[in-house]
């Protein structure tokens, strides 16, 4: 059974910086792609940042240059860096795995940024 545990939510000033952790148990980010991606109320979930088993990342252009996801394979955990926080990035972020055709999801941390 594939779990996904986020933490590293919370309140922010804007400029600040935050950092999400995803650990996994049942899937291996090592050889299968990890991400985040954020839903702000009325509104779709959107693709944050990804990495794949090889190590190729992929961001949305409203964070890039501000945002850097990475991995640790001994803990089976993905990180997700935030920087220069804006109150637009104010959202629940959900940590995400794909296998194959299956998509796995965290239960979602809230991320405010106040201006």
């Known amino acids: 059974q594939v779990q996904l545990v986020e933490s590293g939510g919370g309140l922010v000033q804007a400029g600040g910086s935050l950092r999400l952790s995803c650990a996994a148990s049942?899937?291996?980010?090592?050889?299968?792609?990890g991400g985040w991606y954020r839903q702000a109320p009325g509104k779709q979930r959107e693709l944050v940042a990804t990495?794949?088993?090889?190590?190729?990342?992929n961001y949305a252009d409203s964070v890039k240059g501000r945002f850097t996801i990475s991995r640790d394979n001994a803990k089976n955990t993905v990180y997700l860096q935030m920087n220069g926080l804006k109150p637009e990035d104010t959202a629940v972020y959900y940590c995400?795995?794909?296998?194959?055709?299956?998509?796995?999801w965290g239960q979602g941390t809230q991320v405010t940024v106040s201006s």
């Open positions: 990495i794949t088993g090889g190590g190729v990342t």
């Open positions: 995400n795995a794909k296998r194959a055709s299956w998509n796995y």
């Open positions: 049942g899937i291996h980010f090592s050889i299968n792609v």
